[in-house]
């Protein structure tokens, strides 16, 4: 089942915070320092995402592969801090909730878990981000990449790609034609379910 659109806009206000939602950037803009990609994996995280892109043949600023080991390392620490409580990363994504400011801090509570939480300027870009998913999460564009922050309009045009990603690809309710599967996430959680069953 596809995150909704107000999951995806709740994870895309941490991926502002962290990056821009740019899967090229490193931490304060230095090559080799502990943080990089869309949610600043860091240290051994980060090495392990490197590991997961490399393997797959994908350099480590590919954000579609980002996106993809979001799903498959499945990080998760429900916290009693959390406005809204999930056993795991799978049941958030899966979540129904459509208060975005409330899954914005729960994802970042219990996926981020940032030293700065910045908590006001992760809400404010995932209420941007689910407009303009609304609007735009259809269209076809390529991620905006480097190791710089990206203005906001280049973070929407990046959220797009979250969604197709993430969500169903479509705005509206449900996957839409070649949505989830097409983008890959779905299609990595049944690869690693066959092989493991």
């Given at each position: 089942m596809p995150a909704s659109i107000y999951v995806?806009?709740?994870?895309g206000g941490n991926m502002w915070r962290e990056s821009h939602v740019n899967p090229a950037l490193w931490e304060n803009l230095t090559?080799?320092?502990?943080?990089?990609?869309?949610?600043?994996?860091?240290?051994?995280?980060?090495?392990?995402l490197f590991q997961y892109l490399n393997s797959r043949g994908l350099p480590n600023s590919d954000g579609d592969g980002q996106c993809d080991y979001?799903?498959?390392?499945?990080?998760w620490i429900d916290t009693s801090a959390?406005?809204?409580?999930?056993?795991?990363?799978?049941?958030?994504?899966?979540?129904?909730?459509t208060d975005i400011p409330a899954l914005t801090e729960t994802f970042m509570r219990c996926w981020e878990r940032p030293g700065v939480p910045a908590l006001e300027e992760r809400v404010t870009f995932a209420l941007k981000a689910f407009p303009y998913i609304q609007r735009h999460?259809?269209?076809?564009?390529?991620?905006?990449?480097?190791?710089?922050?990206?203005?906001?309009?280049?973070?929407l045009n990046n959220m797009c790609r979250v969604w197709q990603k993430l969500g169903s690809g479509t705005p509206g309710p449900g996957p839409g034609p070649g949505g989830?599967?097409?983008w890959g996430a779905a299609r990595e959680i049944y690869r690693r379910l066959l092989i493991h069953a």
């Open positions: 995806v806009s709740a994870i090559p080799g320092s502990p943080g990089y990609g869309l949610c600043q994996w860091t240290n051994e995280r980060r090495i392990a979001l799903i498959v390392e499945n990080d959390s406005p809204l409580h999930y056993p795991n990363l799978t049941a958030f994504l899966n979540s129904t909730s999460g259809d269209t076809a564009v390529d991620w905006i990449i480097g190791n710089r922050y990206l203005s906001e309009a280049e973070a989830y599967l097409r």
